[in-house]
C-alpha cells in the first residue's frame, strides 16, 4: 500500500478565494477588513508560520499587520498591545503567536483579545464557547484538520479517531469538533502511555505533538488516515511533520504532507475568520445606526 498524499493546497486555495470574495463584498459596503498577528519571539518555525499568513493574505483585499515586539516583550507590554488591538476599530482579527518570552504565559494574555477579533479561537470564552455548542471561532488549525478530512471524503461519525496532542488550540479544540461530528475520540498526550495502544485501533490519526519522527507506520493499522498537524523545523531550515513519512506511507491509505498540508488551509482559514469578524462588525455598526 502507498497512502495518498492529501494536498491541502487546491481546499486553501477556495477557501482563500472566499475570503477574497467577501474581502471585496465588505469592500463595497465601506469596510476594509484587516488582520493583526502579535509575535514576540525569535523562534524560527514561528516566523515561518507568520510569513504564511502575510503571503496568503497577499491579493485577497485583506490587511495583515505583523506587530513584532521582539522576544524581550513583558506581559505588561503584550496585554497594552492586545487591549490596544481590541480597541482599534480598523482592526477586525487578531492572533497572539506562541511561544512567548520566558515567563509569559499565553493564557494570561489571551483573555485580553475581544471575542468579536478572536479569529484564532485563543480566548478562553471561544473554547467554552466551543464546548457547549454556541458560535464562535474555533481555532484555526482546528478546524483545518476537519475542512480536509471533509474536502476528501473522509467520514467521522462512528469512526474511531485518536488526538495525539491535548493543547487548548490544536488538541482539544479539535477533539470538541470532532465530537459535535459524532466521532468517537480518544486524545492522547505526553503521559498517556504507548501510542500503539489507541493508535492501532484508530480509522483516523491525527497527530499534532511538535516531536518529530513521532508516529510512525508501527503505531497503525492498514488503511488508518492520517493527518500531520506538526511543524518543526529542522536544523537545515526545512520543515517537517511528527509523521515518520517513510513507514507510514506504506501502510496508511491517506496522510496530509507537511508543507502543504494543515499549515495551508490554516492561513486561508484566518483569512476567512477574518472577513467573518468584520462582517459581523459591519451588522454591528448597521444595527446601531437603525437602532
Ligand atoms: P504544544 O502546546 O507543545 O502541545 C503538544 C502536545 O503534544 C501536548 O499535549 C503534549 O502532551 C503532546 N505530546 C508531546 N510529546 C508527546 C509524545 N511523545 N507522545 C504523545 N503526546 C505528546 O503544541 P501545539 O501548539 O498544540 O502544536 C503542536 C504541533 O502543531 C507543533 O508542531 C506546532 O508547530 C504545530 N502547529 C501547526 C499548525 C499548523 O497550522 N500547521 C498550527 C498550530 C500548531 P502534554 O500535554 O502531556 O505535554
Redesign the pocket.
Known amino acids: 500500500m502507498s497512502a495518498v498524499l492529501l494536498s491541502g493546497k487546491e481546499l486553501a486555495r477556495t477557501i482563500k478565494q472566499k475570503a477574497h470574495q467577501e474581502a471585496r463584498d465588505l469592500e463595497a459596503d465601506g469596510f476594509h477588513p484587516s488582520l493583526a498577528v502579535v509575535v514576540a519571539t525569535d523562534d524560527g518555525?514561528t516566523h515561518w508560520?507568520v510569513r504564511s499568513i502575510e503571503r496568503a493574505a497577499e491579493g485577497t483585499g485583506i490587511s495583515c499587520r505583523i506587530v513584532d515586539l521582539g522576544p524581550d516583550a513583558t506581559a505588561q507590554i503584550l496585554v497594552s498591545v492586545l487591549q490596544d488591538l481590541s480597541e482599534d476599530s480598523s482592526i477586525h482579527g487578531i492572533i497572539l503567536q506562541?511561544p512567548l518570552p520566558p515567563g509569559v504565559a499565553a493564557d494570561k494574555l489571551v483573555g485580553h483579545i475581544t471575542p468579536e477579533k478572536d479569529v484564532d479561537g485563543a480566548n478562553p470564552s471561544s473554547l467554552g464557547r466551543l464546548a457547549v455548542g454556541l458560535p464562535s471561532f474555533a481555532p484555526?488549525?482546528a478546524r483545518?484538520v476537519i475542512e480536509i478530512l471533509d474536502h476528501f471524503d473522509i467520514p467521522l461519525a462512528g469512526r474511531n479517531v485518536v488526538v495525539?496532542?491535548?493543547?487548548a488550540?490544536?488538541?482539544k479544540p479539535l477533539s470538541l469538533l470532532l465530537l459535535e461530528r459524532d466521532a468517537a475520540v480518544t486524545v492522547?498526550?505526553?503521559?498517556?502511555g504507548p501510542?500503539e495502544r489507541y493508535t492501532r485501533s484508530a480509522d483516523v490519526v491525527v497527530v499534532?505533538?511538535?516531536?518529530t519522527g513521532?508516529l510512525n507506520g508501527t503505531h497503525l493499522s492498514s488503511g488508518a488516515v492520517v493527518i500531520d498537524?506538526?511543524?518543526?523545523v529542522l536544523p537545515d531550515g526545512s520543515l517537517v511533520g511528527?509523521v515518520d513519512e517513510d513507514s507510514v506511507r506504506g501502510v496508511a491509505a491517506a496522510l496530509t504532507p507537511v508543507p502543504g498540508g494543515?499549515?495551508s488551509v490554516?492561513?486561508s482559514l484566518l483569512l476567512l475568520h477574518t472577513t467573518e469578524a468584520a462582517r459581523e462588525r459591519s451588522r454591528a455598526l448597521v444595527r446601531g445606526s437603525a437602532g
Open positions: 518555525s508560520y506562541t484555526a488549525t483545518a495525539i496532542g491535548r493543547s488550540v490544536v488538541g492522547c498526550h505526553s503521559r498517556s501510542l499534532a505533538a511538535g516531536r513521532l498537524v506538526g511543524t518543526n511528527d494543515v499549515g490554516t492561513t
